[in-house]
């Protein structure tokens, strides 16, 4: 209890840390994916974007560094993940000298490497926000809430892992019920002797408002057509983004998710965050003709980590995945860069607890029928791309939308003809969750007033956009994944069921947002 | 049938079902927000139906005006019932080992790992292995195979392993067995009410992270916790309880007993020493002479 300022200190440099190392990481990756003697100026948006991804990347190395090493048996501990981080760097760093891509590593836009004031003054901003950031994070002016789940999933497990420092057979429910990814973020309190994470939690979800307005900002300056008044166009992005991040940051669900100290947060973020890349990976595609690779190689690194965030990671990831069939990007880069690193972490986590660990708990989330459907899920999934996708059936990919999201609802009906009594009562509770504001607040009401106000707009287009359809996939695919679970939904704000679908904040405001901007400016 | 008339009849299914949404969430709501949400359900209706015919200029002005109107209400809410909702603490200090939590009797190993981590405990014995426990048929664990006394043993001892700075092992502290009777006696002649953590139930669950054994636990955990919650004797919920929590705050040595159903009793060791161990053999002298008699 004394200690507790040591503690703050503490807990704010393991963030700056985190911030740093992802910011090296993502800037090296950068520059080792251009072209050689690439030329382009980064964008205002470009560089932006590299300042908001460098914490969650930070934070989705370590984890992912720490997740590898307890899978291949090397003892975890702050020694190998350093002498990891070190090959890790090594690695990209000799990639970049070899190929002969140092000259892309530059300071400044100028091909001079002379910065300039403005570049200056960016670059100053951005260490002091996350500073700032981090402090108020820190700092102890938040309340947050912890449980039990809090407690013993995130706090005495991470330590236990950390002391450890490898996976044991008597870990037991720790390793089916728990997202490893988030216990091993639970890890930094003890490797750094400062105890607790909700500093690191806040300062990502920080980091998710600034990436939201980012993304929001994006589809505005894609949709609003350009007019002969350049700052009317300016003005009604800033206003359609501060909008919208607002609604976002203060919406009941988002809020409860940012403050629980639980793996939700960091789910929703990372969830998001790999969303935002396959829309702009999207975009890519269409503008450009092919995805940016750098692009892929983050949307690569924050899949597999989004995978391992909580137990239903994968399946959640694979639902990305089918939505992203939706966009215009190749079935090789599909595979590669979204399909292979859920099954990579998928298969070497099963195969270390059941193979390995012989780990058979009594009770489970995830046992055997779980792992089965998990795997056959990503695997048919390569399949389909592989096979099928832009290649047989013409008719799938002119209505592939429609078709997804028909086959989501066909499957929830026929859930529901199974075991019609569970998959009732669980969309019961629901809905009952949602209108007595069991963590929903006025939620629930609003999305409702925004679709009045979409029914009786005019839309010129009548397809359903790559939001839309993720977050109408979502609701039905937590409903179908709360069906699979062993027991019903209740009522109340502590249901992992109803916590799963308090995740969707982000995407019904996001979805929302391109359905009324689409209506405003496009009409 | 023209495009017009489908687009009408999709848009009057449409509102149909938004509103009886609507209508089922506002009844199932208390009064203000029924009140409220009603008038901007109105509002938001009238201008949906209208919203082709307005001007550019004036529909993005409600729009906004509409969202501005959400996200005041969300704060307004947020600030009335969100600490409601999640019992909120601050972080001044560290989350775990606030005081509130002892208070509320929650998170009861929190404060214990506190207390004990710069600490040497004593215990009666060292962990055990499985092997060593015969099995049994216990009728109070109805179906629950597990062999109960190995986890009744060594659970506290593991803990303790862990989580404090030392621990000693002392074959003179008392067995569990026979204590439940005796400490209901002790506080009752000494007038000492122990400070109560409150359940460690959520401890044990936990516990078995720390097992090497590879031995199941938490199936036993789960037998015991089912039998546990759906039987009526809820007193058999485990317990923390420390004699004199202040002096076991300050003092180096600490002694851990428990009795069979693994309530735990913490106290320093000079008040093992002073008070309680002299009870405890004058009343196991008196139940022997009893018995003798």
């Known amino acids: 209890m004394t200690d507790s300022f040591s503690y703050f200190l503490r807990q704010t440099a393991v963030v700056i840390g985190l911030w740093t190392t992802g910011f090296a990481f993502i800037y090296l990756l950068g520059a080792a994916l251009a072209p050689k003697d690439d030329r382009k100026e980064r964008s205002l948006y470009d560089r932006i974007l590299r300042a908001l991804l460098a914490y969650p990347a930070g934070m989705a190395l370590w984890s992912l560094v720490g997740f590898l090493l307890l899978v291949s048996g090397v003892k975890y501990c702050l020694l190998s993940v350093v002498v990891a981080y070190t090959i890790l760097f090594a690695g990209v760093l000799f990639y970049v000298i070899t190929t002969g891509k140092l000259g892309n590593i530059r300071i400044s836009q100028l091909s001079d490497n002379k910065i300039t004031l403005r570049e200056l003054i960016f670059g100053i901003s951005v260490v002091l926000l996350v500073v700032i950031v981090a402090v108020i994070s820190c700092i102890g002016v938040i309340s947050v809430s912890v449980s039990n789940d809090s407690y013993y999933y995130y706090s005495l497990y991470p330590q236990t892992i950390a002391i450890e420092g490898r996976y044991l057979t008597s870990f037991d429910v720790f390793l089916t019920d728990v997202g490893q990814a988030t216990a091993i973020v639970g890890c930094l309190p003890w490797f750094f002797g400062f105890e607790e994470t909700f500093g690191i939690q806040l300062s990502l979800v920080f980091n998710l408002v600034g990436l939201f307005a980012l993304a929001i900002w994006d589809m505005t300056e894609r949709i609003i057509p350009e007019s002969e008044d350049k700052p009317v166009k300016s003005k009604r992005m800033i206003t359609t983004t501060i909008l919208s991040t607002l609604f976002l940051a203060t919406a009941t669900p988002f809020m409860v998710m940012a403050r629980w100290i639980l793996a939700n947060a960091y789910f929703m973020t990372f969830l998001f965050i790999t969303f935002m890349l396959a829309v702009r990976a999207g975009n890519e595609a269409v503008d450009e003709g092919s995805c940016r690779r750098e692009t892929l190689t983050y949307s690569f690194l924050f899949i597999a980590m989004l995978s391992m965030t909580r137990m239903e990671g994968g399946m959640m990831a694979g639902l990305l995945i089918l939505c992203i069939c939706s966009l215009a990007i190749s079935n090789r880069d599909i595979l590669l860069y979204y399909t292979l690193p859920i099954a990579i972490t998928q298969v070497l986590y099963y195969s270390t607890i059941y193979i390995k660990l012989s780990v058979n708990p009594l009770y489970s989330f995830l046992d055997f029928t779980n792992v089965a459907v998990m795997l056959g899920f990503v695997f048919a999934i390569a399949l389909y791309v592989s096979l099928i996708r832009g290649k047989h059936v013409i008719t799938i990919q002119k209505h592939y939308s429609i078709l997804l999201l028909g086959g989501l609802l066909l499957g929830n009906i026929v859930l529901c003809l199974i075991r019609p009594e569970l998959y009732l009562t669980n969309l019961k509770y629901f809905g009952l969750n949602i209108i007595l504001q069991n963590g929903w607040g006025y939620f629930g009401f609003f999305v409702l007033f925004a679709l009045i106000i979409l029914v009786g707009a005019e839309r010129k287009s009548k397809e359903i956009s790559f939001a839309a359809l993720y977050t109408i996939g979502f609701i039905l695919f937590s409903i179908a994944m709360c069906w699979a679970r062993d027991g019903s939904l209740h009522a109340g704000i502590g249901d992992s069921g109803n916590r799963v679908l308090m995740q969707i904040a982000p995407f019904v405001v996001y979805s929302l947002t391109y359905e009324l901007v689409t209506f405003l400016y496009r009409h | ?293």
């Open chain 2, 1 to 293: 049938m023209s495009i017009r008339a489908k687009n009408i009849i999709r848009k009057l299914i449409l509102y149909i079902c938004l509103l009886a949404l609507m209508a089922v969430a506002l009844f199932i709501s208390s009064g203000k927000v029924r009140l409220v949400m009603g008038a901007l359900t109105v509002a938001v209706l009238i201008f949906s139906i209208v919203i082709n015919k307005l001007s550019e200029r004036i529909r993005r002005t409600a729009v906004f005006a509409v969202v501005t109107i959400c996200i005041l209400l969300n704060a307004f809410y947020n600030v009335r019932n969100l600490g409601k909702l999640l019992p909120m603490s601050m972080t001044t200090n560290q989350m775990i080992y606030q005081e509130m939590n002892a208070e509320e009797k929650s998170l009861p190993d929190a404060y214990l790992r506190d207390l004990i981590k710069d600490k040497t405990i004593i215990v009666r014995n060292d962990v055990k292995t499985y092997d060593q426990y015969d099995e049994e048929e216990d009728e109070e664990l109805r179906g629950n195979h597990f062999r109960r006394w190995y986890y009744v043993d060594n659970d506290y001892v593991r803990y303790f392993k862990e989580y404090s700075r030392n621990v000693e092992f002392d074959e003179e502290i008392p067995p569990y067995k026979g204590l439940t009777k005796f400490m209901n006696s002790f506080r009752e002649s000494h007038q000492e009410v122990p400070y109560d953590l409150g359940y460690s139930n959520d401890m044990l669950r936990y516990s078995f992270i720390l097992n090497k054994e590879g031995i199941q636990e938490s199936g036993y955990f789960w037998y015991s916790w089912y039998y546990h919650t759906f039987s009526e004797e809820k007193e058999r919920y485990l317990m923390i309880r420390i004699f004199n929590k202040e002096e076991c705050e300050n003092a180096d040595r600490l002694c851990a007993i428990w009795d069979h159903l693994g309530r735990l009793t913490l106290m320093t060791e000079d008040y093992y020493k002073n008070t309680f161990r002299p009870s405890y053999d004058e009343y196991f002298n008196a139940m022997n002479q009893e018995v003798e008699k």
